[in-house]
């Protein structure tokens, strides 16, 4: 039986070229491929990029790189991967998670004032699914407390607000290149930013905080004589990861264009069915990373979930909320009703530019074929 995936790399000859083109030159770690393709960001996102092994990495490095650490409190979205929560707890910090908007499933500024204390340095908003938080206001809030905004966008690659490409303005931006994201390096990420001070830090902590090292590595290079100042880690992008990426990033505006279409198709089929709900998205704006889906609460999502799969059809959730897991669980203090109200309704429907529009009609036959 046809199996529809939830989510898959894309891979076509152009990318198995590349990387065969990189072995075949020897020179497998970071040099001239990561380089060019964080040239390539740069022209893409109209600001300095630093491409690093993971998206995760990316935002732990952005806090390092602005002093967040031990005692500093981040809010962040409590309805998000572990790796926000990770990479902040990685520098000592504290997440303070945050409810999520019934509309959106993205962090909103409310509740967010109500968790802001005098240790929050940072706001870690994520834009859920790939649709831009409010970012006017969340920057607006930031302003007045003097605290810094590093948004995970891991989901929002090549997604617009207001007109403008997340990444291309605000403070610091991270992205994620990991086999299912809208473009892939295999694994790897990328710190996105107008601020020189942290583009120059996060280019010597990736590379175990090595001074300067970047530049060398560019050229081949190695760097003999060298001082380290802080903790580093070895966090960098290979020219293997690179060049699978920069294949990716030139392929971009058609998987964005697919995501786009495929996105508003389910929106249309899944219409008539009373017992779900679909999230109001501008598909014309954003590039859809996943298609979420709310249930009516008559429904047992887990049932509907292995009946789908029956059908060769996989389903996920995203995500588990971070206040509910035994490591995070102590940081929480006023109620997220709207997070756990949602993680019990929420269905993650396959998404990826290699789906038919067939495929996208027969997942909504299946859902009301069991539901
Ligand atoms: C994928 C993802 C990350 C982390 O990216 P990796 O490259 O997998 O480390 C962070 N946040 C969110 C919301 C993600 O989906």
Redesign the pocket.
């Known amino acids: 039986m046809r199996l529809i995936r939830l989510s898959k790399s894309c891979i076509g000859d152009l990318e198995k070229e590349a990387v065969v083109s990189v072995l075949s030159k020897e020179f497998l770690g970071m040099g001239e491929e990561t380089k060019k393709f964080e040239d390539n960001l740069s022209e893409f996102f109209g600001k300095q990029v630093v491409c690093v092994n993971?998206?995760?990495?990316?935002?732990q490095l952005a806090l390092q790189a602005i002093g967040i650490g031990v005692g500093d409190e981040v809010l962040v979205p409590s309805l998000?991967?572990v790796?926000?929560f990770q990479?902040i707890s990685a520098t000592g910090a504290i997440p303070i998670p945050c409810d999520v908007s019934l509309d959106t499933c993205n962090i909103y500024i409310d509740d967010l004032e109500r968790r802001y204390t005098s240790k929050t340095k940072a706001i870690m908003p994520?834009h859920?699914s790939g649709d831009p938080c409010e970012l006017d206001s969340l920057f607006e809030f930031a302003k007045e407390k003097k605290i810094r905004i590093i948004e995970?966008a891991?989901?929002a690659f090549g997604s617009l607000y207001k007109g403008k490409k997340i990444g291309s303005f605000g403070d610091i931006a991270c992205f994620?290149?990991?086999g299912i994201?809208n473009i892939t390096s295999g694994?790897?990420?990328c710190i996105v930013s107008e601020d020189k001070n942290v583009i120059e830090k996060v280019k010597d902590l990736r590379l175990l905080a090595v001074q300067k090292d970047s530049e060398n590595r560019y050229l081949g290079k190695r760097t003999w004589d060298f001082d380290v100042i802080e903790q580093g880690w070895r966090y960098h992008m290979s020219n293997i990861n690179a060049s699978l990426g920069l294949v990716q990033l030139s392929r971009f505006a058609g998987f964005s264009k697919k995501r786009q279409i495929l996105g508003k198709l389910y929106d249309q089929n899944l219409l008539g069915i009373d017992q779900v709900t679909t999230f109001k998205r501008d598909y014309d704006n954003i590039t859809p990373?996943i298609y979420v889906v709310r249930l009516d609460k008559s429904v047992d999502r887990e049932r509907l979930r292995g009946k789908l799969l029956s059908d060769g059809i996989q389903t996920g959730v995203h995500y588990q909320p971070n206040h509910l897991l035994t490591y995070y669980m102590n940081q929480t203090t006023l109620p997220l009703p709207n997070t756990e109200l949602l993680h019990s309704q929420i269905l993650t429907l396959p998404l990826h530019p290699d789906l038919t529009e067939e495929d996208i009609v027969d997942v909504v036959n299946s859902i009301k074929k069991h539901i």
């Not at 993971?54 to 935002?59: E, I, K, M, R, V």
């Open positions: 993971t998206g995760t990495s990316a935002l998000t991967y790796a926000s990479a994520v859920y995970d891991a989901h994620s290149f990991d994201k694994e790897g990420g990373h």
